[in-house]
C-alpha cells in the first residue's frame, strides 16, 4: 500500500490526481481528503480489508486496486494532478535498498516517522523501518515539530526556557 497524508491545511480534491511513477492508480472522480486525514492506495482492496479489517472498520479512506508492484530494491514514484495541459507533480519519492536507505528485512516495510509535513520526503533519514511487518498502515507516526525543544508537541515559551537553559549550564 502507498500513504497519503493530506497536510494542506484544508479539504483537497484529489480527484483523478494519478500515480505515474512506480505505481500505476488514478484517483476517481469527486474524491477529496479531509484535512489531516490518511488516504491509502492498495495493489489489492480486497486483500488489504482481509489483512487489516481495523483499518477499514477506522473509515480510513482505502483505494485500489493499483497495477504494478513497488520494487524492493527501490523505485522513483511520483503522484500528479489533473490540471490541463501537462500536471505538476504533488510529490515525488526517490527510494532505495541498502545504504543510506534503512535496512529492512523481508516482510517488514519502511515509512516515514518522526518527519515535519514540511520535511523532503525522499531523504533516506527521514525513514525508519516499521516496527510491525506490513507497516502501521492508517496510523501516523509522531511528528518532529520545529521551535519545539523540550518535545511537548507545543512551541511556546516553554521551549525558549528549555535551550537557556543549556546554555546557562556552562
Not at 40 to 49: K, M, P, Q
Not at 96 to 109: K, N, T
Amino acid at each position: 500500500f502507498v500513504e497519503i497524508l493530506n497536510t494542506s491545511g484544508r479539504v483537497l480534491d484529489i480527484s483523478e490526481w494519478e500515480f505515474v511513477d512506480g505505481i500505476a492508480f488514478k484517483f476517481p472522480e469527486r474524491t477529496s481528503v479531509g484535512e489531516g486525514d490518511i488516504v491509502l492506495v492498495t495493489r489489492s482492496v480486497e486483500a488489504f480489508s482481509q489483512a487489516y479489517p481495523e483499518v477499514i472498520e477506522s473509515g480510513v479512506l482505502v483505494l485500489g486496486d493499483y497495477e504494478r508492484r513497488l520494487n524492493n530494491d527501490g523505485e522513483v514514484i511520483r503522484l500528479v494532478d489533473d490540471g490541463p495541459g501537462h500536471p505538476a507533480t504533488i510529490d515525488f519519492l526517490k527510494y532505495g535498498d541498502g545504504d543510506p536507505w534503512p535496512d529492512i528485512s523481508d516482510g517488514f516495510s519502511i515509512e516515514l516517522s518522526h518527519v515535519a509535513p514540511d520535511r523532503d520526503n525522499d531523504r533516506p533519514e527521514y525513514w525508519v523501518v516499521s516496527e510491525n511487518p506490513g507497516g502501521t498502515p492508517g496510523l501516523l507516526s509522531a511528528t518532529f515539530v520545529r521551535g519545539d525543544a523540550n518535545a511537548d508537541s507545543f512551541v511556546n515559551l516553554s521551549d525558549a526556557i528549555f535551550v537557556l537553559g543549556f546554555l546557562f549550564r556552562g
